[in-house]
């Protein structure tokens, strides 16, 4: 055990429950605990957003899969890329009009429904298991390399830690070490890429060159197909990628921590600047994993290629590096696992315990209560299951969640902001064939049943593609308009009001369409 990687580890660690006891002394309130009391600026939050969104599948995952797989990985970087301009256009502002807390409370905008705010909170718990998943996964990985301790207490480890952060800090505490963990995170990938690109005297055809030639699927490492995937599947899995970062709850959550829609905007924009460049980035991690550690080390230390980046900044830096990339990987998990939890437990105490079981009629101090309970069991039930899924790369199984994230909470969004005819019926359709296709379709394909042992049943997949977002997607949707059509149900006669407020932010209007009140009602 290295003694630079312990100490620059419990540093940057240090550095984060050091935020945790300041922010928690701010938080008090509902309000403080979910959104930071809508206190963040647009560059902050822009940083957040992007600290949250650049995980251990971007930077673990993708870094492994681009080392692994040449091109075919580098599909990761373009469709979450992609993504934020969908969350941009068509997400970002009206749901920050519309909403509180929750995805649920937007719908709630235009159906005072509580089986609409079940369905909502049951399709955001289902997604943030599976990106939790993802990140423990990567986090047991990375301190079984560092420590040495068994993955199944590496795992414990981070799940104490991030439930830490969640239960005294809120999302002021989530909010902070995000932004602080996305400056590291820039600082360390920008290094390792300045490494990889001198090695080259910063030709980066010399890099392409070099990497076609370290590797043993040669100049086909920098042509799609090198994981014998069907082409349907890439397509599904770009449909995922590309939808799915519109419809993830820890994300969507975010818009709410900010005073009102333009800064919301302002915040995608600097976000969208920052991911673009780390994504522009992970093709040096990738492609320098490839040629400077070599394909049998990297599955050596993980066969998903987790390790890849962690191993390219030894080979390149030493110790001195390695230690503070493991360090800032552990922080980039820590900041959005505790963003994931804190999405999950909004879920159970401000939706299902809050406004279903209580009937709104619960003070702030029981909903306070209620989101650390929820916190601490969205904890365990994760951890339990990251346990079993210690050979997944992780960002394959982020997209599985941007898939369910993309069929379920996506078309009830777009159809709740533009479709007048759209009703209740519609709504929980729309949510439940989403999320019914999207799960369903994951159990019976080769992510689970595989003939020669690889997965967790032995047995011929039925469905073929490893990502269903292909199918799922549009079933979402198609349940969502089916279920509208069928129903006998009315049109609320609320969509002229959510209109006009998705689009000004104003809370009330006349006849004429004036805007009288801004605020609150």
């Known amino acids: 055990m290295n003694v630079t990687v312990i100490v620059l580890f419990l540093a940057i660690v240090s550095l984060t429950l050091v935020i945790t006891y300041f922010s928690a002394k701010k938080t008090s309130s509902a309000s403080d605990f979910y ?45 979450y890329l992609v993504a934020y301009l969908v969350v941009m256009f068509i997400v970002a502002e009206p749901l920050r009009n519309l909403g509180q807390f929750t995805l649920a409370d937007m719908l709630n905008a235009r159906f005072d429904a509580k089986k609409i705010r079940g369905a909502a909170a049951f399709s955001t718990i289902t997604i943030v298991i599976f990106y939790m998943i993802a990140q423990l996964v990567g986090a047991g990985a990375l301190i079984q390399l560092l420590f040495g301790i068994p993955y199944i207490w590496a795992v414990i480890l981070v799940g104490v830690m991030m439930t830490t952060y969640v ?148 080979a390149l830096g030493g110790d001195l590096l390695f230690s503070f990339v493991s360090a800032v990987a552990f922080a980039t998990i820590l900041a959005v696992v505790a963003g994931l939890v804190l999405s999950g437990a909004s879920a159970f105490a401000h939706d299902l315990y809050g406004q279903i079981i209580k009937k709104g009629k619960v003070s702030e101090r029981e909903q306070v209560v209620a989101a650390r309970t929820a916190s601490l069991t969205v904890a365990i039930l994760s951890i339990a299951l990251a346990i079993f899924a210690q050979h997944l790369n992780v960002a394959f199984l982020v997209a599985l969640a941007f898939c369910v994230a993309a069929s379920a909470n996506l078309p009830v969004i777009v159809y709740t902001i533009y479709w007048r005819r759209f009703n209740t019926n519609g709504a929980i359709t729309a949510i439940a064939v989403g999320l019914i296709s999207s799960v369903g379709l994951v159990i019976i394909s080769p992510n689970v049943m595989n003939p020669d042992g690889s997965a967790f049943i032995a047995a011929q997949a039925i469905f073929p593609l ?48 004036r805007a009288i009140k801004k605020g609150e009602d």
Not at 48 to 75: K, M, P, Q, V
Not at 182 to 198: D, N, R
Not at 473 to 483: M, R, T
């Open 35 to 79: 959104t930071a009391g809508g206190g963040l600026t647009g560059w902050q939050n822009g940083l957040a957003i992007s600290g949250d969104y650049l995980s251990a599948a971007s930077f673990l995952g993708i870094a492994g899969a681009i080392a692994l797989y040449g091109f075919d990985g580098f599909l990761f970087s373009i469709g």
């Open 466 to 513: 490893t990502n269903p977002a292909i199918l799922s997607v549009p079933l979402g949707f198609l349940g969502g308009w089916i279920g509208t059509l069928v129903s006998k149900e009315a049109e609320s006669g609320r969509y002229d009001k959510v209109l006009f407020k998705a689009n000004t932010g104003y809370r009330e209007y006349d006849l004429q369409g």
């Open 167 to 314: 239960l005294f800090g809120g999302m002021t505490a989530t909010s902070w070490v995000q932004i602080t963990k996305a400056v590291l995170l820039m600082i360390g990938t920008l290094i390792i890429s300045i490494m990889v690109l001198w090695q080259f005297n910063f030709n980066i055809i010399a890099m392409f060159r070099e990497a076609g030639q370290a590797t043993p699927a040669g100049t086909n490492f920098l042509n799609p197909g090198q994981q014998d995937n069907l082409p349907l599947d890439s397509l599904s899995l770009m449909i995922a990628l590309v939808l799915g970062t519109a419809g993830l709850p820890h994300i969507l959550m975010r818009f709410f921590t900010v005073k009102d829609a333009k800064t919301a905007r302002s915040s995608v924009v600097t976000a969208t600047w920052i991911v673009g460049i780390f994504y522009l980035l992970t093709v040096c991690l990738g492609f320098g994993a490839a040629i400077f550690v070599g394909r049998s080390e990297i599955i050596a230390a993980n066969p998903a290629g987790n390790m890849a980046a962690p191993l390219l900044a030894q």
